[in-house]
Nanobody, 123 residues
């Protein structure tokens, strides 16, 4: 059974940094991996992804502040978050797809999801 486990969330002051990790078990390879987030009262939204071929994609509101990377050997994806803002407060979810994708911003392409990790940025 494939499972994704996130870690690294927490409370940080505005301007600070956090690094999220997501490690998979039960499989040896994913085509695409990414991060989404959901703030209270809002829909889940795309943050960043590695859809395949070493390409990275970011939402406009994190571009230049967040960096996604992936350790293929360990099926782990990271999200380095710098210059955090209060509006970044949300539950962050890791997602993984069995295939590479040309539409990484759509949650529908992902087959597996983690339970989420809370990120709270105080102003």
């Amino acid at each position: 059974q494939v499972q994704l486990a996130e870690s690294g969330g927490g409370l940080v002051q505005a301007g600070g940094s956090l690094r999220l990790s997501c490690t998979a078990s039960g499989t040896r390879w994913f085509g695409a991996m990414g991060w989404f987030r959901q703030a209270p009262g809002k829909e889940r939204e795309f943050v960043a992804a590695i859809p395949g071929g070493g390409i990275t994609k970011y939402s406009d509101f994190v571009k230049g502040r967040f960096t996604i990377s992936r350790d293929g050997a360990k099926i782990t994806v990271y999200l380095q978050m710098n210059s955090l803002k209060s509006e970044d407060t949300a539950i962050y979810y890791c997602a993984a797809a069995l295939r590479t994708t040309s539409t990484p911003r759509s949650p529908d392409v992902y087959n597996y999801w983690g339970q989420g990790t809370q990120v709270t940025v105080s102003s």
